[in-house]
């Protein structure tokens, strides 16, 4: 490449890491809001949340777009197409964080009694440890830093943890009283959703990890969800 191709190209990536920056700050924005709305019932913060997931899509339609025809301008090998190919990966993750925290947000229109604040506390401690990682991902992307990236990988089992323990709590409560049932399925609902946004934070972690290795991480992905698995009479439990 000559000199003026190469700060073309660089010019190029540059804009690719802009757009993904500003769609994770909407992202996180969305995931804060979604958990506010949830945690007060504040239906129109909820509106809010659901309305600007169209902003959201957008932004990775622009990304995928842009990266496209990079690869079709530019052709490029090694790191090069693999910082392309991250980009258009992790924008998809963040499209799909982006709907979570939308599916959050909606749930805040179904609960109408007021929410037992133990349970709260559970959930809304979830997706504050979920944002936690969300923006740590976000950071190491950013700064192409792979250690900082493994760290979030590694703390996906204390998400997964505090749903397993959640989840049986709900179940408890619905067991106890049939009155909760609809209230602590749309909690459970909500907890999912912050445990899946954890799944979505290890694929940019293990993106990165490849964007800067140039190969997959060796370890096998840290996952500690057990309630797929568990038994419980009188109710059935699904992630489909």
Not at 41 to 46: F, G, H, I, P, S
Not at 62 to 69: C, F, G, M, P, Y
Not at 179 to 204: Q, Y
């Given at each position: 490449m000559t000199d003026h191709t190469?700060?073309?190209?660089?010019?190029?990536?540059g804009q690719l890491k802009t757009?993904?920056?500003?769609?994770?700050?909407?992202v996180?924005?969305?995931?804060?809001?979604?958990?506010?709305?949830?945690s007060r019932?504040?239906?129109?913060?909820?509106d809010r949340v659901i309305q600007n997931d169209a902003k959201v899509d957008a932004l990775e339609h622009?990304?995928?777009?842009?990266?496209?025809?990079t690869i079709a301008k530019r052709q490029?090998?090694?790191?090069d197409l693999r910082e392309i190919m991250v980009a258009i990966r992790v924008s998809s993750d963040l499209e799909r964080i982006g709907d979570l925290a939308k599916n959050t947000a909606k749930r805040t229109h179904a609960i109408?009694?007021?929410?037992?604040?133990?349970?709260?506390?559970?959930?809304?401690?979830?997706?504050?440890?979920?944002?936690?990682?969300?923006?740590?991902?976000?950071?190491?992307?950013?700064?192409?830093?792979?250690?900082?990236?493994?760290e979030v990988w590694r703390t996906d089992e204390d998400l997964d943890a505090l749903y397993n323990s959640i989840f049986r709590e709900l179940l408890t409560y619905m067991m106890e009283d049939p009155?909760?049932?609809?209230?602590?399925?749309?909690?459970?609902?909500?907890?999912?959703?912050?445990?899946?946004?954890?799944?979505?934070?290890?694929?940019?972690a293990e993106n990165i990890h490849y964007l800067v290795h140039g190969k997959p991480l060796a370890e096998g992905r840290p996952k500690k969800d057990i309630t797929s698995s568990l038994r419980i009479e009188g109710f059935n439990h699904s992630d489909e």
């Open positions: 190469v700060k073309a190209y660089d010019e190029e990536l757009m993904l920056a500003q769609m994770g700050g909407l996180e924005q969305q995931l804060d809001e979604a958990i506010d709305a949830l019932r504040d239906t129109a913060l909820a622009q990304v995928e777009e842009r990266a496209i025809l490029p090998v090694a790191r109408s009694e007021p929410l037992p604040r133990k349970l709260m506390t559970g959930v809304t401690r979830m997706g504050r440890m979920a944002q936690e990682q969300l923006k740590n991902i976000l950071d190491a992307y950013a700064r192409s830093d792979a250690a900082l990236a493994l009155r909760n049932i609809s209230l602590c399925t749309h909690l459970l609902f909500g907890a999912k959703n912050m445990e899946r946004i954890g799944d979505h934070a290890t694929n940019i």
